[in-house]
């Protein structure tokens, strides 16, 4: 995306703010004569990589100028530039005019996605919200999908299904999330007394899960949730066998563990990690 500004000097020393064309605030120092600076500016909006590039073109004044950018360049342009930055540039002629420019490079798209759980494996009563963080300007558009729901809240999600939401920003750029929904109350067993039973505790002192099953089948399969509806981590489980699980990576959270085997949910618990 290429924007085109134009500052210029003044007989005396000013201070001057102004609003870029991506909502960002510019400070202008200028000082001592009709020194005037142009810029173009290459910013990269839709991700974090550095490969935007600020030009420059000094008109007035009298040359040869002098550049100083942030970033290290002494030339009339400098690459590099990274989106979430700030850029700044001084000028000076040879005479001693001087104009000094400071440039917030916008963020690039962010969102968050909250969920609540639907009530069981089979319902769909579950919802999400998907909230923008930031974006090059406001406004954006969402899509939910299954559903083609163009809302930031979706209702009606069901148990266990794998949903995507996907934001587009005014400048075309476009971010995309999944996730899976819970399909069972947090913390709430599904277990019946004929059912086989699993526990599960955090071990501080070794920074690890515990987990058993203590009846049933003989094998099991573990999944470890974050309450965004996030697999964080699988494993298995051996009937009458204590599994150690690593859990140093993770961060320090409410949890939802979801023990299963081929046919059915065997049970879920949450798990608080200090």
Known sequence: MFFLLAFSAFATQTTQDRKLPFEKE?????????????????????????????????????????????????????????????????????????????????????????????????????????????????????????????????????????????????CGCTLCDTLILCGFPAGISNLTPDQPVFMATYASAGQCIMASLLDGPSTAQLDLFDLQGRKILQSTLEKSETRSINAAALASGTYLIVVSDEKRLLGNQLLVIP
């Open 26 to 170: 510019s400070e202008i120092a200028a000082s001592n004569g009709g020194l005037s600076v142009q810029f173009i500016l290459d910013v990269p909006d839709c991700d974090s990589l550095c490969i935007g590039q600020f030009s420059c073109f000094v008109q007035g004044g009298v040359p040869p100028f002098t550049y100083s950018w942030s970033t290290g360049s002494i030339d009339s342009f400098t690459t590099g530039v990274c989106a979430q930055s700030q850029i700044s540039l001084y000028v000076e002629d040879s005479v001693g005019d001087w104009v000094n420019t400071v440039y917030f490079v916008p963020q690039p798209l962010r969102f968050l996605v909250t969920t609540t759980p639907a009530s069981c494996a089979t319902c769909c009563d579950g919802s999400g919200l998907g909230t923008v963080i930031s974006s090059c300007s406001l406004p954006v558009t969402y899509l939910w999908n299954p559903g083609m729901v163009t809302l930031p809240t979706i209702n009606n999600m069901c148990g266990n299904i794998t949903y995507s939401l996907c934001v587009t920003d005014v």
